[in-house]
């Protein structure tokens, strides 16, 4: 059966217009003003309202095995509780463990995604390098259609590279004319810092913001944009120029020492893509000083900044300087976070978000004017599609586009709250945000899989999304 979305309020990354959209067998058939459609189509009244394509998630770890632990909601949990929330594709990250062989993990991801109700697409992390690993990047880039790799300059002796490996890894990619997505943070030096907080008897979860601060962040940050020229440099037997080194996109970027970096390599030309998160543009360090253990649901890697960084994001996001807002979705119950309660080390890095980010953005973006109706597609979802291969298929409202729609009703408030969320844990670090406006329809791949507070989501009705 098609369906058919009247008089809705069309907005994409370069239009606004209204009209309405058949969508028939999973993809847009048909856009233009009162439609003809056949007996039977389902038919949703979009006055009143916006019509988004469908959110992109470009960071999640659903059930990331990580620090002893698995992250708390499922390829199913966490992939409806986007669907609630207004995003219908997710790009997650397999993560071998180190030593462990690529492919292996390909398969552990592949099969713990099947449970998925809408579509997602793979990152590959690369957590330590030989001739095997390189020769699996290639398999993996070729084959199954992983065009992005993965590399984390933090957790050191765990998932984490040292700089040679680093540098192999963004040679591998630029022979094969992939992307290299990192994590930035020096790992040794956090290390370090870690140990003399532990040492003097610091532990408690605000330390955890205090052995990561920002000018570590954007130590890395510049030096995994310096050592992508390496991988230009020297191929033809000359030097190349900034523009001809690896791309790399810049996951969850928090501070303006990062942002600083980014603007300095762009300004010589370089490819620098960034992205940041909800939680870094709409929260501050103060809530580490939350009592009685509550800050830990606030660790996460980089950590939240003091007052100061989120403005200067903001302003990164409505000068076009920010490409995309993910959530680095990573929950942990607080019994999983209790793991840590006498030494913050240990307590699991990561939040949930995935529910809130389209709301958030909408209501803390758009209704603040931070940013325009167009930008709001643009960083959730329009351009996640097209640094990642996913786009005129996903980010998109165009004839052929797949029919994944969000149908944004711009009236009324709503509180957020771990009571009332899809999300499987027991926190909700935007506890209390207001919220402006409101998800009312999800169609996911032509099917209406949310409406009106109704999740009608199907385990396993996702699709592995194979870019090219
Ligand atoms: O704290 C975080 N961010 N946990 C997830 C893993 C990562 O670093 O992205
Ligand atoms: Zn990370
Ligand atoms: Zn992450």
Known sequence: MGLVIRNGTIVTAVDQYVSDVFCEDGVIKAIGKNLDVPAGTQVVDGSGQYVFPGGIDAHTHMELPFMGTTSSDDFYTGTAAGVAGGTTTIIDFIIPGRNQNLLEARDFWMNNAKKAVSDYAFHMAVTWFSDQVKKDMEHVYRHDGIQSF???MAYRGAIGVDDVELVQVLDTAHS????VTSHCEHGDAVVALQTRLAGSGKLEPK??????????????????????????DGRNGHMSTASEAQPVYIVHLTCKESMDAVYRARAEGQRVLVETCPQYLLLDDSVYEKPDFEGAAYVMSPPIRPKGHQEYLWNAISTGAIQHVATDLCPFTMQQKAAGKDDFRKIPNGAAGIENRMNLLYSYGVAKKRITLQQYVDVTSTQAAKIFGLYPKKGAIAVGSDADLVLYDPKGTSKISAKTHHQRVDRNIFEGFELEGKVATTVVNGRVQWQDGDLRVERGAGRYLKRC
């Open 150 to 152: 993965k590399i984390f």
């Open 176 to 179: 094969l004319g992939a992307l």
């Open 207 to 232: 330390h955890h913001a205090m052995s990561r601060p920002a000018y570590l962040e954007g130590e890395a940050t510049n030096r995994v944009i310096q050592l992508a020229r390496v991988a230009s």
